[in-house]
C-alpha cells in the first residue's frame, strides 16, 4: 500500500509564494497518477492539480491555472505543487492524492483517487 506524506503549508500573505512536496513510499507511484486537492472549512474537498505518471501531461483547475504548477520526481517519490500569487480564497487543506487505476487523464474526482495523505494547512492572509 502507497502511504503518502504532505509537507510546505503554512501562512503566507496574499501575493506570496509556497511549494507544497508529497513523498510517497510504496512501488506503484511511478506508475500513478497523481493529484492535489484542497478542502476548505465548510466547503467539499475539490480538484486543484493533476500529473501523469511520466510528467507529461498536467491538468488544473480553472480556479489556479497560471499561479500553481504541479510537477514530480519519479526518481525520489515526490510530487509537488508550487503555489504562486496565492489569494485568500486559496486558503484550504491541501491534500495529495494517487490513483492505481490511472496513469493519465484529467481526473477531477476524489473517488478516482484510492490513497491520500493526511493534508497540510495552507492560509494566505489579506
Known amino acids: 500500500q502507497v502511504q503518502l506524506v504532505e509537507t510546505g503549508g503554512g501562512l503566507v500573505q496574499a501575493g506570496g509564494s509556497l511549494r507544497l512536496s508529497c513523498a510517497a513510499s510504496?512501488?506503484?507511484?511511478?506508475?500513478?497518477?497523481m493529484g492535489w486537492f484542497r478542502q476548505a472549512p465548510g466547503k467539499e474537498r475539490e480538484f486543484v492539480a493533476a500529473?501523469?505518471?511520466?510528467?507529461?501531461?498536467?491538468y488544473y483547475a480553472d480556479s489556479v491555472k497560471g499561479r500553481f504548477t504541479i510537477s514530480r520526481d519519479n526518481a525520489k517519490n515526490t510530487v509537488y505543487l508550487q503555489m504562486n500569487s496565492l489569494k485568500s480564497e486559496d486558503t484550504a487543506v491541501y491534500y495529495c492524492?494517487?490513483?492505481?487505476?490511472?496513469?493519465?487523464?484529467?481526473?477531477?474526482?476524489?473517488?478516482?483517487?484510492?490513497?491520500w495523505g493526511q493534508g497540510t494547512q495552507v492560509t494566505a492572509s489579506s
Open positions: 500529473i501523469s505518471r511520466s510528467g507529461a501531461n498536467t
Open positions: 492524492a494517487g490513483s492505481s487505476s490511472f496513469s493519465t487523464g484529467r481526473r477531477s474526482s476524489s473517488i478516482d483517487y484510492d490513497y
Open positions: 510504496g512501488r506503484t507511484f511511478s506508475s500513478s497518477l
